[in-house]
């Protein structure tokens, strides 16, 4: 049951941490499948040479488990702030990102600037999402405080609806996951996310990857779903997580499976594996985790290094 939850500090930021590792190997991996050289090994499911070094997925998803250490909730200001000061422009932050953390930094409002966005109507990205799983893995006890301060944690960088409800959702799926023995079926997490979120492209398109559990083929499915091709929540989030429900408990599985179908791959694979990372057998294999980047050194650390529970 989700109240034998471990809700002492310790105890999440032990899953937010797990998560969090899940995630960057995710990013990282899927991140050398961008570099031509690496195409053939791909579809060969083969590993490229390391180290694997992770993206801004990653470098945003700490400042988000630092903050929930530091304050034990999201505070939007320290978390714009985080953004900003660790923002290291040659980790593929898209060009709005790079110019808002920029201006951030040099005194800028982040409400005026994330606001502003695309004429007003504030980016729609998978940025959000693609950070947000350790916050989820956090607020295991809580899966709809999980979907509330993930929906805070966006409007820093992301106020489109979409973006929101993007985040919202791998929040909800990430903290379904890390509950003691986790959901019990993938029918089960997309039915609890599904649940959590309210009605967006975002939530039509989890529905549609929920009627599709039963396909066996990623690429039939992300031909529907999408799979990050235009970066957008609602192109990203649905497959994402329809691939983390299809290999609950097994990361190697669901990293090919979604790696497979190209798009964005480090951003969907950072995803996928989040989410799976803060639940009990969840963790990437360690030979993985041995490849890729360890995390920035400003980190909070943790008091073990196992996977969520």
Known sequence: MISSTDSSTPGRLERALASLRGLAVGDALGSQFFVPANYP??????????????????????????VLAAHHRIDQDALAHSFAAHHDFDRGYGPAVNRLLRLVREGGDWRELAAAL?????????????????????YADDP??????????????HQHREAVVGAMAVAAAAALVAAPGGPPSPQ?????????????????????????????DPGTVAAVLGCGRRTT???TVP?????????????????????????????????????LAGGRSGAPPAAWAERTEALPEWMPAGTGTGAGG
């Open 41 to 66: 090994l791909l579809k060969q499911r083969e590993l490229p040479p390391a180290p694997w070094q992770w993206t801004d997925d990653t470098e945003m998803a700490c400042s988000v488990v630092a």
């Open 118 to 138: 695309f004429n007003g109507q504030g980016s729609w990205g998978n940025g959000a999402a693609m950070r947000i799983a350790p916050l989820g893995a956090w």
């Open 144 to 157: 709809e405080q999980a979907t509330h301060q993930a929906e805070i944690s966006a409007y820093p960088t």
């Open 188 to 216: 089960a997490l997309l039915d609890g996310v599904v649940a959590l979120v309210p009605r967006s492209a975002v939530g039509q398109g989890l529905r549609r990857a929920r009627d599709m559990l039963d396909y066996a």
């Open 233 to 235: 929540a609602h192109d």
């Open 239 to 275: 497959f994402a997580l329809w691939s983390a429900a299809r290999a609950l408990g097994d990361y190697r599985t669901a990293f090919w499976a979604t790696a497979q179908v190209g798009g964005d791959v480090d951003t969907t694979c950072a995803i996928v594996g989040g989410v």
